[in-house]
C-alpha cells in the first residue's frame, strides 16, 4: 500500500490529518540543490523521499523612483557584497561578506523612512503562472509549496535590522518601527488575498520564529494579530499554513495555540529547540508538525537512528497522523547513508 502513494500523495494526507502509506519524509529544494546531481540521490527519490520547492505567487512591482543596486567584488579572498535601495526620500544599504550579511537595511530613524517609502510605492500582482509553471516541472518526487514570505514584525526582525540591533529598535525607534510594521501589515494581507485565489494547497510563511528573540508579550501585541488577520483568509480558501518555528517555541507555546496555525514546520526538538513532540503534541493535538530530525542524530549507529525516529513517531503520532519529517537546516555528510536508515524506519513503523 505504502508503495503506491508518491511523496504528493503522502504530504495531502497529512496536510489532511489523515494517515498516509508512509509518515513523509522531505527536503528543502535550497538544500538538496547543493548535491543534487549526485546519483545516490536516485534511490532516495525511488524510495518516497521529496523534495519540497517554495515558489512565490506574488509579484513585486515597485515605481519607477526605486532603484535597486547590488555591487560585488573580491577582496583579500573575500566576496564583498553591496546592495542598496535609493528613493527620493533617502538611500539604504546593507552588506555581505562570503555570502553572510554583515550590515542591515535598518539603522536610523531615517532608515525606516526609506524602507516605508519602498513599501508604500511597491504594488503587489498575482503571479500564479510562475507557480504553475514550476510545479509542471519539478516532478512526481517533488511538491510545491507556496512561499508567501515572512509577516511584517519577522521581516523587520530578521530580514532588516537582525537580532543584534531589534531590541534597542524597539524602545528607542518605536514609532518608526510601528509605522513601517502597519505599512507591511497591509501588504502582508494583500500577498495573503493573492495566495488565498491561487493555486497550491500548503502555504509556507518562513517566519524563523524562536521565542528567545522575541517572547511571549511582543507575540501576542504583534505576531499573533497578524495571524488572526491574515490566516482565515487562507484556511477559508482550503489552504494549510504552515510556519516555519524552527527555534525554542516553550515560552510561546499557550499563545502559538491559540494562533490560526494548521502546521509548525520546521519544529526542532531539543537540543535546539525546548520542546520534545510528545510536549508539543499535548499542547497542540490538532496542529501538524513537520519535524527536523536533529543534524546530529543522524551520526548514530544505524539502529540508534531508528530507535530515534521511533520514540519520535510515538510522541507526535501515535495514530500515524499529523507528523512528517523533513531537512530543512543542515543535513548531514553522511545522508548517503544515514536518509536510507531514516527511511528504513519510516517503512518498518509502519508494518
Known amino acids: 500500500m505504502a508503495a503506491a502513494q508518491n511523496i504528493r500523495e503522502r504530504l495531502e494526507a497529512f496536510w489532511a490529518?489523515?494517515?498516509p502509506g508512509l509518515i513523509p519524509f522531505t527536503i528543502y529544494q535550497n538544500e538538496w540543490r547543493h548535491t543534487k546531481d549526485d546519483p545516490a540521490w536516485k534511490?532516495?527519490?525511488?524510495?518516497?523521499?521529496?523534495?519540497?520547492?517554495?515558489?512565490?505567487?506574488?509579484?513585486?512591482?515597485?515605481?519607477?523612483?526605486?532603484?535597486?543596486?547590488?555591487?560585488?567584488?573580491?577582496?583579500?579572498?573575500?566576496?564583498?557584497?553591496?546592495?542598496?535601495?535609493?528613493?527620493?526620500?533617502?538611500?539604504?544599504?546593507?552588506?555581505?561578506?562570503?555570502?553572510?550579511?554583515?550590515?542591515?537595511?535598518?539603522?536610523?530613524?531615517?532608515?525606516?523612512?526609506?524602507?516605508?517609502?519602498?513599501?508604500?510605492?511597491?504594488?503587489?500582482?498575482?503571479?500564479?503562472?510562475?507557480?504553475?509553471?514550476r510545479e509542471s516541472h519539478i516532478g512526481p518526487?517533488?511538491?510545491?509549496?507556496?512561499?508567501?514570505?515572512?509577516?511584517?514584525?519577522?521581516?523587520?526582525?530578521?530580514?532588516?535590522?537582525?537580532?543584534?540591533?531589534?531590541?534597542?529598535?524597539?524602545?528607542?525607534?518605536r514609532d518608526e518601527m510601528m509605522a513601517l510594521y502597519h505599512a507591511l501589515?497591509?501588504?502582508?494581507?494583500?500577498?495573503?488575498?493573492?495566495a488565498a485565489e491561487g493555486p497550491g494547497?500548503?502555504?509556507s510563511v518562513l517566519e524563523n520564529f524562536t521565542s528567545?528573540?522575541?517572547?511571549?508579550?511582543?507575540?501576542?501585541?504583534?505576531?499573533?494579530?497578524?495571524?488572526?488577520?491574515?490566516f482565515p483568509i487562507l484556511s477559508e480558501a482550503g489552504k494549510v499554513v504552515g510556519t516555519h518555528y524552527?527555534?525554542?517555541?516553550?515560552?510561546?507555546?499557550?499563545?502559538?495555540?491559540?494562533?490560526p496555525i494548521d502546521a509548525i514546520e520546521s519544529f526542532t526538538p531539543p537540543p535546539e529547540g525546548d520542546m520534545t513532540l510528545s510536549e508539543a503534541r499535548s499542547l497542540w493535538p490538532g496542529k501538524l508538525l513537520w519535524s527536523n530530525i536533529n543534524v546530529a542524530c543522524y551520526n548514530l549507529p544505524p539502529d540508534e537512528l531508528k530507535d530515534l525516529v521511533w520514540s519520535r513517531i510515538a510522541e507526535g503520532a501515535p495514530d500515524g497522523r499529523r507528523l512528517a519529517f523533513e531537512v530543512s537546516e543542515q543535513y548531514p555528510e553522511n545522508w548517503r547513508t544515514s536518509l536510507h536508515t531514516v527511511l528504513d524506519a519510516l517503512e518498518e513503523a509502519r508494518r
Do not use: N
Not at 511571549?216 to 494579530?225: A, G, I, N, Q, V
Open 185 to 194: 501589515l497591509l501588504h502582508f494581507r494583500k500577498r495573503t488575498e493573492i
Open 246 to 259: 524552527d527555534g525554542q517555541l516553550a515560552a510561546c507555546a499557550g499563545l502559538i495555540a491559540q494562533a
Open 141 to 173: 518526487q517533488a511538491v510545491a509549496l507556496v512561499m508567501l514570505g515572512r509577516t511584517p514584525l519577522q521581516t523587520i526582525l530578521v530580514d532588516w535590522v537582525g537580532v543584534e540591533q531589534f531590541g534597542l529598535h524597539l524602545v528607542d525607534l
Open 212 to 230: 528567545d528573540t522575541l517572547g511571549p508579550r511582543r507575540y501576542r501585541e504583534l505576531l499573533l494579530p497578524a495571524y488572526e488577520a491574515c
Open 43 to 133: 534511490s532516495l527519490l525511488e524510495r518516497g523521499m521529496g523534495v519540497t520547492w517554495h515558489v512565490s505567487t506574488v509579484r513585486q512591482v515597485a515605481d519607477s523612483d526605486i532603484v535597486f543596486s547590488q555591487d560585488r567584488r573580491r577582496e583579500d579572498d573575500r566576496l564583498l557584497e553591496r546592495r542598496s535601495i535609493r528613493t527620493p526620500v533617502g538611500e539604504i544599504e546593507e552588506r555581505y561578506v562570503d555570502g553572510w550579511r554583515r550590515e542591515f537595511y535598518l539603522k536610523s530613524a531615517a532608515d525606516y523612512a526609506v524602507m516605508r517609502y519602498v513599501v508604500e510605492h511597491t504594488d503587489l500582482e498575482p503571479d500564479y503562472a510562475t507557480y504553475l509553471e
Open 17 to 19: 490529518g489523515e494517515r
Open 201 to 203: 494547497r500548503f502555504v
